[in-house]
């Protein structure tokens, strides 16, 4: 072939692919737009449930504690022991053969929730070797109770938890 003809093939071919090597985003946003439909429409649906929890304040710091009870549920190895933090310990409730009796810490909850209407705040001190689950399981016992008579729900004791170590 000739050098003209090959430089008529050029042109050609640049007239006929002319602006192909550009980029084209079209796709890419397309793609983004889905996929933030799909973000947000998953994030409508997923609910997470967050419990507060409040740390205990300092022993070491001055502080003035008010007149009145100050709970807190010290787990040990053995048996749950419910404390005043002003005046000492209220009860200890020994373990059964099954594990912590948390029926027998609620009904205790309740006649103290009895005692103290207005009482929001407890404190949970679990010792060094208290499994999580046991933790869990006392917190949601100190915070509320399940009503045996229909229709069950749950009725509020101490919603306010405060977590702290055990004393040794």
């Given at each position: ?19 192909r ?92 929730k ?14 060094p ?40």
């Amino acid at each position: 072939m000739s050098s003209s003809k090959l430089a008529a093939r050029a042109i050609r071919n640049h007239a006929k692919y002319k602006g192909r090597n550009e980029l084209n985003i079209v796709p890419m946003i397309d793609m983004m737009v889905i996929l933030v439909f799909f973000l947000i429409f998953t994030a409508v649906f997923s609910k997470t449930n967050i419990l507060q929890l409040n740390l205990p304040a300092s022993n070491t710091a001055p502080v003035e504690l008010p007149k009145g009870l100050k709970l807190e549920v010290i787990i040990r190895p053995n048996d749950l022991l419910i404390n005043d933090r002003n005046s000492g310990p209220l009860k200890t409730i020994e373990n059964t053969p099954a594990g912590y009796d948390l029926d027998h810490l609620s009904e205790f909850m309740r006649q103290v929730k009895s005692q103290f209407p207005e009482m929001t705040d407890a404190t949970i001190l679990p010792g060094p070797a208290v499994p999580y689950d046991v933790l869990v399981q006392v917190m949601d016992t100190v915070r509320v109770y399940q009503i045996p008579t229909p229709p069950f729900s749950k009725a509020e004791l101490f919603p306010d938890i405060a977590i702290g170590d055990a004393p040794t």
